[in-house]
Nanobody, 113 residues
Framework: VQLQASGGGLVQAGGSLRLSCAAS????????MGWFRQAPGKEREFVAA????????HYADSVKGRFTISRDNAKSTVYLQMNSLKPEDTAVYSC???????WGQGTQVTVSS
């Protein structure tokens, strides 16, 4: 399976963005999925995860209450709705099926103060 993230951009603090992760090659319904991010000079960090059916989600404390992960298995797409964005959310965001070590290309999110 190949993963491609999109939807990043430049937004002011307090704004919102919705990231999408489109999968090809195999249905993503077989995978638990997650979003990760990496800021310049920092290590990659976990953002959010969702199980196969979408019935269970998990978030990093830093984004809890502001970000929402969801999935549409019929469209082989995973989403990350990001609200109340902060400058410290600036990073390259990537989607992954981490349990299967499948990682996609990232999309840049820049939040200005």
């Amino acid at each position: 399976v190949q993963l491609q993230a999109s939807g990043g951009g430049l937004v002011q603090a307090g704004g919102s963005l919705r990231l999408s992760c489109a999968a090809s090659g195999r249905a993503i319904s077989a995978y638990a999925m997650g979003w990760f991010r990496q800021a310049p000079g920092k290590e990659r960090e976990f953002v959010a995860a969702i199980n196969y059916s979408g019935g269970s989600t998990h978030y990093a404390d830093s984004v809890k209450g502001r970000f929402t992960i969801s999935r549409d298995n019929a469209k082989s797409t995973v989403y990350l709705q990001m609200n109340s964005l902060k400058p410290e959310d600036t990073a390259v965001y990537s989607c992954a099926a981490p349990d299967d070590d499948i990682w996609g290309q990232g999309t840049q999110v820049t939040v200005s103060s």
